[in-house]
């Protein structure tokens, strides 16, 4: 009885969301081209962090080397992108990594993908508001603080704000406004900043190519110590210590420099998952997606490696200052007056920042209280302007409240958490569904191949192939060299149980490389964890993989999705204590609300109930039923 109990709760967890994607009908309104996705994607991830992250890294960790932390945390972020790209294929609906949690990996797992997405958001847009403010105020001369602190001290440290930001609650709320009175217009915004942003950057890669010189790639830290007397360029900046300069060179401080100098880096290139949350309100979003995705990371790298080269050239590394390395740089070569420039364009990055973190955070509530795992009073649309309008208020005055209130220096790791967890997800999601048997997938394929005239012969086909399955037993050799060329039950439970294992060896590989270092015990255990994991991939590799049309796929799988799940792991494990705590809080919250209210009113529980009670005659849909009991009902579909 209670095994049966435990079975029964096992399945409401486990259970998956069925999405129709035969039809392009959306309740939002479907108006965003691919270059609105580039613009977005673009926008959200070439954030303020430009003008000031590659003078800290290049000063303190990598020198000129942070050329090659940005490449390498580039193509470690692509390995997310391409992922996140398969599934804006493969499932055009809004939710992003929440909604293709909830189709592969079951309810649980969504909610906890889509609750930390909402935490994320929230913290995001708060400290960018706050920033923004920050930044407009310098620019102004501090009076905003000045007067703030004066008269509206709250004097409560650790706890609250120095003072409650009120310009950051105006902007928030001015946002919020934009984003509810229409979808086109916020992405026309966006468009407006981004453009202003990426000519800023233009304008500063430039300037390093005429201003700039090699020589400062290859400095001599002996020539520069024995400098003492001499007049310096610039007199006001002291000579350095021996310890800041490392060995000189393109490379002062070695590949440990280099990789030291990744995880802020990769932090940078957070924010192209804002793309997946527009299935529904871009025209063709199996193409528009993957486009989108890839091509704002290539943007934004190309402009990453431009500032940070061209930095590195028209200064010294080590006389790169942390806060303000353009301005103090453009002063370094005598334009002053670019500074300009500078302080225009991080406005503007902070700005496309802001709308990319209050973008996606509406849409993920609505799909989720549309789901019913959060209160159905948040899935209102808006009959005039077809946006989510009380999941985009009731976000932005969260939002709001927030920036007003607190000092979110100690929570801005939990964005960390959440995008990681996400991307982890992402990832072993199309290593699950790529190798899944054919009427798993069908539903998905459906969407990309029904004006394909040859789809009802290819169904029918594919179906009378894998229809009696010859494989039921599980062996060496039926694990290493499966007889059907196409997926079956065991291939996909084998996939299934092998990415879960792998799941926890990359957890426990990330824990043991953080914790235990380079200490003897510790690189034997993980060589040995390693091999075991390289063991696993194979075995996955050699099962057949899903035949289904998609307008992208994932190259090189299982690899790519394999090592994005340890590269996300293992900068999630190089979180403080403190953070995880808030994190175990935060869920904490979220399963309150899950179990005592989400479990039971979740779509998917409500169409279940409905289809065990067939007393009115309501049978159970066609995809449903081939996705739940493997049964190939999709001939009859095709043939239609």
Known sequence: MILAKLKDVGKQLLRVKVVDCSTDESRLSRCLNTFDLVALGVGSTLGAGVYVLAGAVARDSAGPAIVLSFLIAALASVLAGLCYAEFGARVPKTGSAYLYSYVTVGELWAFITGWNLILSYIIGTSSVARAWSATFDELTGNHIEGFCKQYM????????????????????????????????????????FTCINVLVLLFVIISGLVKGSLKNW???????????????????????????????????????????????????????????????EVKNPQRAIPIGIVASLLICFVAYFGVSAALTVMMPYYMLDKNSPLPVAFKYVGWEGATYAVAIG???????????????????????????????????????????????????????????????????DLMSIGTLLAYTLVAACVLVLRYQPEQLSMAYEMANTQDDPDVSESYSERNSDISPQSEDTVSIKSLLSPSNPE????????????????????????????????????????????????????????????????????????????ISMFVNVYLMMQLDKGTWLRFSIWMIIGFFIYFGYGIRNSAEAVSNRSDACSIKGQPMTTEKESFLHNTPNFTQDGGD
């Open 153 to 192: 001290n709250m004097k409560s440290p650790g706890v609250l704000a120095e003072y409650p930001d009120m310009f950051a609650v105006f902007i928030i709320l001015l946002l919020t406004g934009l984003l509810a009175f229409g979808v086109k217009e916020s992405a026309m915004v966006n468009k407006i």
């Open 346 to 412: 991080s406005l503007c990055a902070l700005s496309t920042s802001l709308l990319g973190s209050m973008f996606p955070m509406p849409r993920v509530i609505w799909a989720m209280a549309e789901d019913g795992l959060l209160f159905k009073c948040l899935a209102t649309i808006s009959t005039r302007t077809k946006t989510p309008l009380t999941a985009t208020v009731t976000s932005g005055i969260v939002a709001a409240v927030m920036a007003f209130l607190f000092d979110l220096k100690d929570l801005v």
């Open 218 to 280: 290859r400095l001599d830290p002996e020539e520069i110590l024995n400098v003492t007397g001499n007049a310096t360029h610039n007199s006001s900046f002291s000579l350095p210590k021996k310890e800041t300069l490392g060995a000189g060179g393109f490379m002062p401080f070695g590949w440990t420099g280099v990789l030291s100098g990744l995880p802020p880096v990769f932090y940078a290139f957070v924010g192209f998952d804002c793309i997946a949350t527009t299935g529904e």
């Open 487 to 562: 997926p079956s039950p065991v291939s996909g439970r084998t996939v299934n149980i092998c990415t879960s294992i792998l799941g926890v060896l990359v957890c426990v590989f990330s824990v043991i490389a953080v914790q235990g270092g380079l200490a003897p015990w510790s690189v034997s255990l993980l060589s040995v964890i390693m091999l075991v994991c390289l063991l696993f991939t194979f075995v996955v590799f050699r099962q057949p993989q899903s035949k289904a049309k998609l307008a992208f796929k994932v190259p090189l799988l299982p690899f790519v999705p394999v």
